[in-house]
């Protein structure tokens, strides 16, 4: 490892061998634009520099107060109004029981599945609730709908008290979800105006729901305040995000069609979600951009390892990895030696992984899949913090390269609104 927070390296540049001087200018250009905006949601960019002092005090109090009264907090939301709060704390906390303080932080609102809804309010039937409702719009069906019935439930179990188990994230002025959160005179938390869904997981969108879950806000923050600093320039020889958003912009010139975000832990599943969304949503338009998908080692090993090592040469592979995980175990020697495991016995299984990674890396790397390796010293909240910002920096100039928007997604209003079509007219024939 260097002393860089996060290192980007390429292990077969061979295949991508890229004119960085061409970028020189065209990325320049784009750093220019982004630090001084004022007509883009830009707000994310610059908010970790930002004295926050008492936005996380308030939050750290809203959130002590519903690990105390609470054993389950309902977050509900979707798309950049839930995928960064899953993600973080799938990742930084513990794999099996309850978070801190044994509360539980579930989710609803990014599906209308009538089963999932029922099954989690029959959940909730004998357990201490708040409920969290995050979104910025105010006016998605999934989470509108989601908190409908979950507000009925809150009335129904707690009568006048329910006003003060319900806290709703939302902008600051507009919105229905404002409308109804300043008639019940529910708390609220406000989504900066200039800071859009997919980049507001280091707002309150993301910051109460997993300081409930125990992560360590403040170091989420100094994570990212330290990869605000540090990727502040516009030089590609430093700047590790604009690095990364030239190698992607190089392989897709180069007709790859596929980025396969890809990781060891299984605590990052939820992270690969937030990820996807990230890039999918900021650069699939006009016909253009890179399809985000991602895969869990080992398991995809053996599921999808065939096609990465052998399949259509469409796909490049971006390694995500810690070299720092918390808990470990080791193998034990056994006296048979039945499996024949004794020659790894005293490894741990970290370590273990840990080259099964570096071989995995080499096998692509030599079938003709480009490698480039993301690599953090430990997997905690400071440094998730700065990958957080690091991911959303490189988003932003990766879809600037392409030459579209990375703050709109007006593809998404298609489906909206062929489905209100269908419900209107089945309101009719009904
Ligand atoms: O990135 C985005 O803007 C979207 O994914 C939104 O976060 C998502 O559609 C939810 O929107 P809202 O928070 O308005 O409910």
Redesign the pocket.
């Known amino acids: 490892m260097t002393t860089q927070l996060l290192q980007t390296t390429i292990l077969n540049d061979s295949l991508i061998q890229i004119n960085w001087s061409d970028y020189e200018v065209p990325v320049a250009n784009i750093h220019h634009h982004l630090e001084s905006t004022i007509d883009e949601p830009t707000g994310w960019l610059h908010l970790p520099l930002e004295n926050q002092e008492n936005l996380l005090n308030s939050i750290q109090l809203v959130a002590n107060e519903i690990k105390l009264q609470a054993d389950v907090l309902v977050v509900v939301?979707?798309?950049?109004?839930f995928l960064g709060a899953r993600a973080i704390q799938d990742a930084l906390t513990p794999y099996f029981g309850l978070h801190q303080n044994g509360i539980e932080v579930v989710y609803a609102g990014q599906n209308m599945s009538g089963a999932y809804i029922k099954q989690l309010l029959d959940s909730l039937a004998t357990k201490e609730v708040y409920v969290n409702v995050?979104?910025?719009?105010?006016?998605?069906m999934e989470?509108a709908l989601a908190f409908r019935l979950i507000r009925s439930f809150m009335k129904q179990r707690y009568g006048e008290e329910a006003k003060n188990r319900i806290i709703v994230t939302t902008d600051a002025k507009r919105g229905i979800l404002k409308q109804i959160a300043d008639d019940a005179d529910y708390r609220q938390f406000v989504i900066p105006e200039n800071i859009?869904?997919?980049y507001s997981v280091l707002t309150p969108v993301g910051l109460l729901p997993v300081a409930v879950a125990g992560v360590d806000i403040e170091q989420l923050l100094e994570g990212a305040k330290e990869a605000a600093s540090k990727l502040k320039n516009e030089h590609l020889e430093t700047n590790e995000a604009y690095r990364y958003a030239v190698i992607r912009h190089a392989l897709y010139s180069k007709g790859y069609q596929i980025e396969m975000l890809a990781s060891f832990e299984p605590a990052l599943a939820k992270f690969h979600d937030w990820w996807k969304?990230l890039f999918g949503?900021s650069e699939g338009k006009d016909k253009k951009g890179l399809y985000p998908t991602t895969v869990n080692f080992s398991t995809d090993l053996h599921a999808i390892g065939q096609f990465i090592q052998e399949g259509s040469p469409i796909i490049f592979e971006t390694l995500l990895h810690f070299h720092d995980i918390t808990d470990d175990c080791c193998v034990p020697y056994a006296e048979k030696n039945e499996d024949k495991l004794n020659y790894l016995s005293s490894r741990t299984f970290n370590e273990i992984n840990a080259i099964s990674k570096q071989g995995t890396a080499l096998a692509h790397a030599e079938g003709g899949v480009p490698v480039i390796q993301l690599e953090l010293e430990r997997l905690d909240a400071y440094h998730l913090g700065y990958l957080i910002y690091f991911f959303m920096k490189a988003c932003a100039m990766s879809a600037y390269l392409l030459n579209v928007n990375p703050f709109d997604?007006p593809g998404?209003e298609a489906y909206k609104k062929k489905m209100l079509e269908l419900l209107n007219e089945q309101k009719v024939s009904f």
Not at 77 to 81: D, E, I, M
Not at 134 to 140: A, E
Request: net charge positive; proline share 5%.
């Open positions: 939301g979707v798309g950049g109004s995050i979104s910025k719009s105010g006016t998605t989470p859009g869904g997919r969304q949503e997604q998404v």
